[in-house]
């Protein structure tokens, strides 16, 4: 990767690596524990392909691998596992509202939650905040939309 696109990239890891760090923030909020075979339920990746990213996410320091005992996030591990499910509930909010199909939401979610910066979100969570205390402007904009149908 070229110098010059880290700057204005807003990747905190890999896209792959994103994914799992946001796996294991959701199962451990969730649960309390995150296990391998649960990330790759979630995943919907093979155990073996897991346990080997997982020893990779382990030598870059962002989780620690106990292999009877699960994975635990490091402190920058927590760190963008949090802001990617930050990114992740925002925009499926902002998206659900308009009354998208789930799947649709989920996929495109998915795609987008690795690729917005800060200020972006900050834009898109006010916007999401504000269309949530109007019905009357989510019930405008609804109807705007069906019609673009
Ligand atoms: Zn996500």
Known sequence: MPPKRKEHTSHLGSPAIEDY???IHN??????????????KNLGISQASVTNMIQKLDAEGFVVYERYRGV?????????????????????????G????PKTVHEDVEGMEHHISRQ??????LLMEELEDN????GKLKGKLAGLA
């Not at 972006?120 to 969570?125: A, E, G, H, S, Y």
């Not at 019905?135 to 989510?138: F, K």
């Open 21 to 23: 760090l946001e796996q």
């Open 27 to 40: 199962l451990i909020a969730s649960k309390g524990y995150a296990r391998v075979v649960d990330i790759a």
């Open 72 to 96: 635990i996030l490091t402190e920058e591990g927590g760190k963008v596992g949090a802001e990617i499910a930050r990114r992740h509930e925002v925009l499926t909010r902002l998206l659900a």
């Open 98 to 101: 308009f009354g998208l199909d």
């Open 120 to 125: 972006t979100l900050d834009v898109l969570t």
């Open 135 to 138: 019905a009357v402007l989510m």
